[in-house]
């Protein structure tokens, strides 16, 4: 899942390298560096929940709000707590789907919950799902280098 590509399980014979064991895998993402990357891969092949997400949304939200800063066409205010809430809920409305693509909420539905216009909702949504998805092929990128490398 964490690594893009087909892998077969090596069979012990005298060419093959020996299987992976579950420390291997740990190690490989104990020592991964990008704590975004790290943090998405584990969430994604855990398919995590509750508290999980909620760490998870947090640096992406650093990111999404310097994007929106120079986004002319979201109407949403930084100095309003209202409105930082509000992308606050549109950011792990992302990670959720991200994790969990299955319980994916209609875009109008979910714009009525968190009281926003429907198109502000998919711009903040677009742009979280873009910093998750980028966070998650960094992810693993660096985790098929520590293993395999």
Do not use: N, Q
């Not at 704590?35 to 947090?58: E, Y």
């Not at 205010?77 to 994790?99: T, Y």
Request: proline share 4%.
């Amino acid at each position: 899942m964490l690594v893009s590509g087909g892998y077969r399980v090596p069979t012990e014979r005298r060419s093959t390298l020996p299987t992976l064991s579950s420390a291997d895998i740990a190690a490989a993402v104990g020592l991964m560096r990008v704590r975004v990357a790290k943090d998405t891969i584990a969430a994604v092949a855990t398919r995590a929940d509750g508290a999980a997400l909620a760490r998870l949304s947090w640096p992406v939200y650093r990111r999404v709000a310097r994007a929106l800063r120079h986004d002319p066409m979201v109407t949403l205010k930084h100095d309003e707590p209202a409105d930082r809430w509000r992308v606050r809920l549109v950011i792990h409305d992302a990670v959720r789907d991200l994790v969990w693509p299955e319980r994916k909420v209609s875009a109008g539905l979910a714009a009525k919950a968190a009281r926003m216009r429907k198109g502000d909702y998919l711009r903040v949504h677009r742009l979280a799902y873009s910093a998750l998805l980028e966070a998650l092929e960094k992810g693993r990128e660096e985790f098929g280098t520590r293993l395999f490398a």
